[in-house]
């Protein structure tokens, strides 16, 4: 799977497979990529800051799973400070705009 993020045109894009597209469906403001034999390979967000700057938090399964790593990994970043995150007592949360930084 790659991830990136154009932040000049604000454009995310999560490739799943390098197959050639041959069809896609947009709507509000997320487009769904598909391949010959119609399976998923790719999803583009325009205007991705705005989708993700909202306040709400994930948890770190949900932060992890978006990022496609695991637990351990992401509480490595967390000790590296590679990613900005609050703690409600034993939880962590993160702000969904952090965690696109950290997948770009």
């Given at each position: 799977m790659k991830i990136h993020h154009n932040s000049e045109i604000d454009y995310l894009s999560?490739?799943?497979s390098d197959e050639i597209e041959a069809r896609s469906k947009y709507e509000d403001g997320i487009i769904v990529r598909y391949n010959k034999k119609g399976n998923v390979i790719g999803i583009d967000?325009?205007?991705s800051m705005k989708l993700f700057s909202s306040s709400?938090?994930?948890t770190l399964r949900e932060a992890c799973d978006?990022?496609?790593i695991s637990e351990s990994t992401m509480r490595r970043r967390?000790?590296?400070n590679k990613i900005?995150?609050?703690k409600s007592g034993k939880d962590y949360r993160f702000k969904k705009s952090e965690v696109i930084k950290v997948a770009a």
């Amino acid at each position: 799977m790659k991830i990136h993020h154009n932040s000049e045109i604000d454009y995310l894009s999560i490739d799943f497979s390098d197959e050639i597209e041959a069809r896609s469906k947009y709507e509000d403001g997320i487009i769904v990529r598909y391949n010959k034999k119609g399976n998923v390979i790719g999803i583009d967000i325009t205007d991705s800051m705005k989708l993700f700057s909202s306040s709400d938090l994930m948890t770190l399964r949900e932060a992890c799973d978006f990022l496609g790593i695991s637990e351990s990994t992401m509480r490595r970043r967390i000790r590296a400070n590679k990613i900005k995150f609050t703690k409600s007592g034993k939880d962590y949360r993160f702000k969904k705009s952090e965690v696109i930084k950290v997948a770009a």
